[in-house]
Protein backbone atom coordinates (compact mmCIF):
# COMPACT_ATOMS: atom_id res chain seq x y z
CA UNK A 1 0.00 0.00 0.00
CA UNK A 2 1.20 3.49 -0.70
CA UNK A 3 1.67 6.15 1.65
CA UNK A 4 -0.35 9.43 0.97
CA UNK A 5 1.16 12.75 1.17
CA UNK A 6 0.94 13.64 5.00
CA UNK A 7 1.93 10.02 5.78
CA UNK A 8 5.15 10.90 3.49
CA UNK A 9 5.69 14.33 4.99
CA UNK A 10 5.26 12.93 8.58
CA UNK A 11 7.91 10.56 7.07
CA UNK A 12 10.22 13.59 6.49
CA UNK A 13 9.53 14.81 9.86
CA UNK A 14 9.81 12.14 11.93
CA UNK A 15 13.01 11.27 10.35
CA UNK A 16 14.10 15.03 10.84
CA UNK A 17 12.91 15.24 14.46
CA UNK A 18 12.72 11.84 15.80
CA UNK A 19 9.20 13.11 17.28
CA UNK A 20 6.09 11.38 16.18
CA UNK A 21 4.00 14.24 17.31
CA UNK A 22 6.20 17.12 16.35
CA UNK A 23 6.00 15.08 12.89
CA UNK A 24 2.34 14.95 12.84
CA UNK A 25 1.70 18.36 13.73
CA UNK A 26 4.44 19.49 10.89
CA UNK A 27 2.98 16.79 8.45
CA UNK A 28 -0.71 18.97 8.70
CA UNK A 29 -2.58 16.60 11.27
CA UNK A 30 -4.89 18.02 13.69
CA UNK A 31 -3.19 19.77 16.50
CA UNK A 32 -5.12 17.97 19.38
CA UNK A 33 -4.52 14.89 17.76
CA UNK A 34 -1.12 14.71 17.18
CA UNK A 35 0.19 12.51 19.64
CA UNK A 36 -2.53 9.83 19.10
CA UNK A 37 -1.49 10.15 15.01
CA UNK A 38 2.02 10.04 15.26
CA UNK A 39 1.96 7.32 17.69
CA UNK A 40 -0.45 5.18 14.78
CA UNK A 41 1.15 6.37 12.14
CA UNK A 42 4.49 4.76 13.96
CA UNK A 43 2.56 1.02 14.12
CA UNK A 44 1.49 1.38 10.34
CA UNK A 45 3.45 -1.32 8.48
CA UNK A 46 4.29 0.97 5.34
CA UNK A 47 5.32 3.73 7.51
CA UNK A 48 7.63 1.86 9.73
CA UNK A 49 9.30 0.60 5.89
CA UNK A 50 9.29 4.06 4.86
CA UNK A 51 11.04 5.46 7.89
CA UNK A 52 13.48 2.82 8.46
CA UNK A 53 14.11 2.94 4.06
CA UNK A 54 14.47 6.68 4.99
CA UNK A 55 17.30 5.71 7.92
CA UNK A 56 19.10 3.09 6.36
CA UNK A 57 19.65 5.76 3.51
CA UNK A 58 21.09 8.33 5.45
CA UNK A 59 23.31 5.77 7.32
CA UNK A 60 24.82 4.57 4.05
CA UNK A 61 25.18 8.53 3.03
CA UNK A 62 27.11 9.42 6.22
CA UNK A 63 29.01 6.37 7.11
CA UNK A 64 32.24 5.58 5.62
CA UNK A 65 31.99 1.91 4.63
CA UNK A 66 35.39 -0.96 4.89
CA UNK A 67 36.09 -0.48 1.60
CA UNK A 68 35.74 3.26 1.12
CA UNK A 69 38.29 3.54 4.25
CA UNK A 70 40.77 1.06 2.78
CA UNK A 71 40.77 3.00 -0.59
CA UNK A 72 41.59 6.38 1.35
CA UNK A 73 44.19 4.50 3.71
CA UNK A 74 45.66 3.17 0.15
CA UNK A 75 45.30 6.74 -1.54
CA UNK A 76 47.42 8.50 1.68
CA UNK A 77 49.80 5.65 1.23
CA UNK A 78 50.83 6.22 -2.22
CA UNK A 79 50.81 10.28 -1.91
CA UNK A 80 47.77 10.35 -3.93
CA UNK A 81 46.08 12.92 -0.99
CA UNK A 82 46.50 16.26 -0.97
CA UNK A 83 46.28 18.80 1.94
CA UNK A 84 46.10 22.84 2.35
CA UNK A 85 48.70 24.74 4.20
CA UNK A 86 48.77 28.44 4.98
CA UNK A 87 52.35 29.76 4.32
CA UNK A 88 53.19 33.13 5.61
CA UNK A 89 56.03 35.04 3.56
CA UNK A 90 57.52 37.85 4.30
CA UNK A 91 57.31 40.83 1.84
CA UNK A 92 59.66 42.86 3.38
CA UNK A 93 59.13 46.86 5.15
CA UNK A 94 58.30 44.43 8.04
CA UNK A 95 55.01 42.93 5.80
CA UNK A 96 54.27 39.58 5.06
CA UNK A 97 51.55 37.57 3.14
CA UNK A 98 49.89 34.44 3.77
CA UNK A 99 48.53 32.03 0.96
CA UNK A 100 47.37 28.53 0.36
CA UNK A 101 49.13 26.14 -1.16
CA UNK A 102 48.27 22.57 -1.91
CA UNK A 103 50.55 19.55 -0.51
CA UNK A 104 51.10 16.07 0.06
CA UNK A 105 50.28 14.62 2.96
CA UNK A 106 53.07 14.20 5.48
CA UNK A 107 55.34 11.35 5.60
CA UNK A 108 54.29 10.46 9.13
CA UNK A 109 51.05 10.86 7.91
CA UNK A 110 51.49 8.06 4.87
CA UNK A 111 53.29 5.81 7.47
CA UNK A 112 49.90 5.78 9.87
CA UNK A 113 48.47 4.91 6.76
CA UNK A 114 50.53 1.95 5.98
CA UNK A 115 50.33 0.86 9.44
CA UNK A 116 46.62 0.83 9.20
CA UNK A 117 46.74 -1.26 6.28
CA UNK A 118 49.10 -3.63 7.59
CA UNK A 119 46.60 -4.24 10.28
CA UNK A 120 43.84 -5.54 7.89
CA UNK A 121 46.01 -7.47 6.01
CA UNK A 122 48.92 -9.30 7.83
CA UNK A 123 52.52 -9.60 6.41
CA UNK A 124 52.92 -13.41 4.60
CA UNK A 125 55.62 -13.86 7.60
CA UNK A 126 52.54 -13.48 10.00
CA UNK A 127 50.22 -15.71 8.55
CA UNK A 128 52.90 -18.34 8.79
CA UNK A 129 53.84 -17.57 12.50
CA UNK A 130 49.75 -18.36 12.82
CA UNK A 131 49.21 -21.39 11.18
CA UNK A 132 51.71 -22.65 13.20
CA UNK A 133 51.08 -21.32 16.57
CA UNK A 134 47.28 -22.92 15.19
CA UNK A 135 49.11 -26.56 14.12
CA UNK A 136 50.90 -26.52 17.90
CA UNK A 137 47.14 -25.82 19.72
CA UNK A 138 45.47 -28.45 17.56
CA UNK A 139 48.61 -31.12 18.63
CA UNK A 140 48.11 -30.00 21.91
CA UNK A 141 43.77 -30.62 22.05
CA UNK A 142 44.86 -33.94 20.20
CA UNK A 143 47.14 -34.77 23.09
CA UNK A 144 44.50 -33.70 25.88
CA UNK A 145 42.08 -35.58 24.38
CA UNK A 146 44.42 -39.24 24.34
CA UNK A 147 45.42 -38.53 27.99
CA UNK A 148 42.85 -40.86 30.64
CA UNK A 149 39.65 -38.95 31.76
CA UNK A 150 40.35 -40.94 35.21
CA UNK A 151 44.01 -39.93 35.48
CA UNK A 152 44.53 -36.91 38.36
CA UNK A 153 47.27 -34.49 37.31
CA UNK A 154 48.68 -32.16 40.35
CA UNK A 155 50.38 -29.27 39.69
CA UNK A 156 52.47 -27.44 42.51
CA UNK A 157 53.03 -24.37 41.26
CA UNK A 158 53.59 -22.77 44.95
CA UNK A 159 56.77 -24.05 45.49
CA UNK A 160 58.40 -21.62 42.60
CA UNK A 161 56.37 -18.51 44.31
CA UNK A 162 57.71 -19.00 47.69
CA UNK A 163 61.09 -19.13 46.80
CA UNK A 164 60.58 -15.66 44.48
CA UNK A 165 60.93 -17.73 41.35
Known amino acids: MKLTEKQRRFVDYYVETGNASEAARRAGYAEKAAYRTGSENLRKPQVKAAIDARLKELEDKRIA ?11 TLRGEVKEERVVVEGTGEGRSDARIITVQVSARDRLGAAKS ?28 EQVDDDAVTIVDDLENSENGN
Open 65 to 75: KADEVLQFLTS
Open 117 to 144: LLKRYPMQLDAKEQKLKLQKLEAEIRAA
